[in-house]
């Protein structure tokens, strides 16, 4: 059996609630078709880089599955010659089919087993997708100088100061790894938040169970199907292919990246809860000290100081989940380095 068309993301759609296992050749090495969404391909010659890329976590965030899906498209047909290990995850393809960005629940909210506490289509596909990482890291057992990357692609819903940003995951020593942020200077990211706390993302889950360097990346805004500018999304797609082809990371000053630490995490914590934020303001917009950007009948929340921004605003969700990041600028030269 093969890829018709070369087209993982048709293939994907048209199977969304499974597949059965098959494998195929492609130039330069073997792919298997491991279930809907999930591709691992695997290079002639052997490799230390073991590279995950996740698309479509949130099935409306199209743009990133369709610059993965023509990265796949081009490898399969020999216009990228893959030299490095690669598991391509289309994350919620039920969701994709009906252009929403989940089902039942929230599939970045149920990754570290926080799916065992829910029931419904995402925390099955929570379940598979973390066996998927397993297996395909599980080769880097008992061997050295293994790299293993993931970096999971979204949009987000609203406009950004920062266009395209990413989410730094929380680590525990305090310690950022300088190439990491050098290839996401080097890809068009304009911005990174340094997370303040273990969180149950699938990026958080890569690096705090498998010692990835693992990045929410957001591309920019949420488009349906066939409305995306790839062209946006150029600096990052030249990344991924010189990563693809010869395993290295593209590198750029640090200079340009804007650096925000994450300060508290929004939640909502009551039916009552609203967020003083116009529909159209953009993430990062910068707010005032003393501004109550968030009010319940359980409480307020005000701005601590001039600059603090909120990212990722949203009460759309169930009560108990985040509502919104509070960030405040830092500078690259105050940030643990290695
Ligand atoms: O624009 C929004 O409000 C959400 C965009 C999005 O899906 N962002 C991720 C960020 C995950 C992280 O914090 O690492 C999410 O909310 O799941
Ligand atoms: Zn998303």
């Given at each position: 059996?093969?890829?018709?068309?070369?087209?993982?993301?048709?293939?994907?759609?048209?199977?969304?609630?499974?597949?059965?296992?098959?494998q195929f050749?492609f130039?330069?090495g073997v792919g298997y078709?491991?279930?809907?969404?999930?591709l691992?391909l695997?290079?002639?010659?052997?490799?230390?880089?073991?590279?995950?890329?996740?698309?479509?976590?949130?099935?409306?965030?199209?743009?990133?599955?369709?610059?993965?899906?023509?990265?796949?498209?081009?490898?399969?047909?020999?216009?990228?010659?893959?030299?490095?290990?690669?598991?391509?995850?289309?994350?919620?393809?039920?969701?994709?089919?009906?252009?929403?960005?989940?089902?039942?629940?929230?599939?970045?909210?149920?990754?570290?087993?926080?799916?065992?506490?829910?029931?419904?289509?995402?925390?099955?596909?929570?379940?598979?997708?973390?066996?998927?990482?397993?297996?395909?890291?599980?080769?880097?057992?008992?061997?050295?100088?293994?790299?293993?990357?993931?970096?999971?692609?979204?949009?987000?819903?609203?406009?950004?100061?920062?266009?395209?940003?990413?989410?730094?995951?929380?680590?525990?020593?305090?310690?950022?790894?300088?190439?990491?942020?050098?290839?996401?200077?080097?890809?068009?990211?304009?911005?990174?938040?340094?997370?303040?706390?273990?969180?149950?993302?699938?990026?958080?889950?890569?690096?705090?169970?498998?010692?990835?360097?693992?990045?929410?990346?957001?591309?920019?805004?949420?488009?349906?199907?066939?409305?995306?500018?790839?062209?946006?999304?150029?600096?990052?797609?030249?990344?991924?292919?010189?990563?693809?082809?010869?395993?290295?990371?593209?590198?750029?000053?640090?200079?340009?990246?804007?650096?925000?630490?994450?300060?508290?995490?929004?939640?909502?914590?009551?039916?009552?809860?609203?967020?003083?934020?116009?529909?159209?303001?953009?993430?990062?917009?910068?707010?005032?000290?003393?501004?109550?950007?968030?009010?319940?009948?359980?409480?307020?929340?005000?701005?601590?100081?001039?600059?603090?921004?909120?990212?990722?605003?949203?009460?759309?969700?169930?009560?108990?989940?985040?509502?919104?990041?509070?960030?405040?600028?830092?500078?690259?030269?105050?940030?643990?380095?290695?």
């Amino acid at each position: 059996m093969t890829i018709l068309n070369n087209d993982f993301l048709a293939l994907t759609l048209a199977n969304q609630d499974g597949i059965a296992p098959f494998q195929f050749s492609f130039p330069g090495g073997v792919g298997y078709v491991e279930d809907a969404g999930i591709l691992r391909l695997e290079p002639t010659q052997s490799s230390a880089t073991h590279l995950v890329l996740s698309v479509g976590i949130h099935g409306n965030e199209t743009g990133p599955i369709e610059l993965v899906n023509q990265l796949v498209t081009a490898i399969l047909k020999g216009a990228i010659s893959l030299n490095i290990r690669l598991l391509v995850l289309i994350g919620n393809p039920v969701a994709a089919n009906l252009a929403k960005r989940f089902c039942d629940v929230n599939l970045n909210r149920l990754f570290n087993g926080a799916w065992q506490e829910y029931d419904g289509f995402e925390a099955k596909r929570a379940q598979r997708l973390e066996q998927a990482i397993c297996d395909f890291y599980s080769i880097t057992e008992h061997k050295t100088d293994q790299i293993k990357l993931h970096y999971d692609l979204h949009t987000a819903i609203r406009g950004s100061v920062y266009e395209k940003f990413a989410v730094y995951p929380y680590v525990k020593n305090g310690v950022y790894n300088k190439e990491q942020l050098a290839f996401l200077a080097a890809s068009g990211i304009d911005a990174v938040l340094l997370s303040h706390q273990p969180t149950t993302t699938f990026s958080y889950y890569s690096y705090a169970v498998h010692d990835a360097h693992a990045f929410t990346v957001e591309l920019g805004k949420v488009y349906r199907f066939g409305e995306n500018d790839l062209s946006r999304f150029a600096d990052f797609g030249d990344s991924l292919t010189l990563l693809l082809e010869q395993g290295r990371l593209a590198q750029s000053s640090l200079a340009t990246l804007c650096i925000f630490r994450v300060l508290d995490s929004l939640v909502k914590d009551d039916d009552s809860y609203e967020l003083s934020i116009a529909s159209d303001a953009k993430n990062f917009t910068a707010l005032e000290a003393g501004y109550r950007i968030a009010h319940s009948d359980k409480g307020d929340y005000y701005i601590k100081q001039t600059g603090d921004a909120i990212v990722f605003p949203n009460i759309k969700l169930p009560v108990g989940q985040r509502a919104g990041l509070m960030v405040r600028p830092a500078a690259m030269s105050d940030l643990q380095l290695d």
